[in-house]
DNA sequence: GTCTATAACGTGATAGAC
DNA sequence: GTCTATCACGTTATAGAC
């Protein structure tokens, strides 16, 4: 049996993975319903303007991180399995050729999107430095890791480099995305 | 008195303001040519096609870089100024709105881009790395600065982080970029 | 909910006059 | 070296039949 919805979700998986892979210019409706076999217009019923399709998407990707940190955000808990959930995530994407993360496709468009998409792309950046800051914080004061100074500095500078290493790793190879996260775990004291 | 390279220095200039602006898909010839007041054909007589353009800006930020750091890849000498130049270098770009250096322009249109832009995308970032590897080991050589760990690992997450920080400055200001960089200076025990 | 058909537009690019 | 004129194409988006 098919749900009714099922299509506006194929929608949202294929768009998903275009704009991961080319960004937000990199791909259009025809990309998308010719892969999933209908028409244009079958496209834009359910989601009338691209502007539409984008701010679904960051907005689902931003569900699924917050899944992950809600619980964590609330009752707190070890910190160490938020980090490495979260290294993980971001391998496993990039090997699935997401290697452009939504805010980073959306970062270079930024100053031309329309302000509903700004804003959450904003909010999806402030939201993701927050819970990391926290991560950071207490997985400090809990003694599983350790580091020096200021912690929402220190987590700023760690996602630049998970932000910059999946771009490079677009040209490169992934081996630079494991090689900087190596670094990032000896930085916080986690030699393996 | 005008030289006859005039209009190519011009239509340069302002490709490589929105193409480090507004990313590689993110400008036309139409973009180009209203701003400097001639036609959409004049633009095409300098650069026939839009690959050409990318080719000749790419090289000509690659020469940039190598200009600053040819002397010290020959002969050696003090790690602390190129360090520091490449900082401020990348603090100036994004003072200028040049936030996307051609690098991550590039990155994101990479698997569509020809093969000769590909290669000079790869080129520029092996290059770059190399320099700040050597960087890196002479400044430790040379008790400039310290840090632990394999140097290439080091150099390609500062140089990692550095261009995720650009990516967030767009969004978020370049405060970030400062405090990004604040982070490195102290992670190679050079607070000041 | 999906289709056909079509509009309105911007794009990269070329030919040929000046 | 720049112009006018034009092309072929892809894009987002809409109207209306089924």
Redesign the interface.
């Known amino acids: 049996m098919i749900r009714a919805t099922d299509t506006r979700e194929q929608i949202m998986d294929r768009a998903a993975q275009l704009l991961m892979?080319?960004?937000y210019?990199?791909f259009s409706y025809r990309d998308i319903s010719s892969h999933l076999g209908v028409k244009n217009a079958a496209v834009h019923y359910h989601f009338p303007a691209k502007t539409d399709l984008a701010l679904a998407l960051i907005e689902e990707y931003r569900q699924v991180l917050r899944k992950g940190s809600a619980e964590f955000m609330a009752y707190g808990g070890p910190a160490l399995p938020q980090l490495q959930g979260f290294f993980a995530f971001t391998a496993h994407q990039c090997k699935l050729g997401r290697c452009?993360c939504p805010?980073?496709?959306f970062?270079?468009?930024?100053?031309?999107l329309p302000e509903p998409l700004q804003k959450a792309?904003?909010e999806f950046?402030?939201e993701t430095l927050k819970w990391f800051t926290q991560v950071l914080e207490v997985g400090r004061e809990q003694k599983e890791f350790s580091f020096?100074?200021d912690a929402k500095?220190?987590a700023?500078?760690i996602?630049?480099?998970?932000?910059?290493?999946r771009?490079?790793a677009?040209?490169?190879g992934i081996e630079?995305l494991d090689?900087?996260v190596?670094?990032?775990h000896?930085?916080l004291g986690l030699d393996i």
Not at 107 to 112: C, M, T, W
Not at 159 to 165: D, P, R, S, T, V
């Open positions: 892979s080319r960004g210019k990199g452009i805010f980073g496709a970062s270079i468009d930024y100053a031309e792309t904003t950046m402030d020096t100074g500095a220190r700023l500078s996602l630049a480099a998970l932000q910059g290493a771009q490079m677009r040209i490169n630079i090689t900087v190596k670094q990032i000896q930085d």
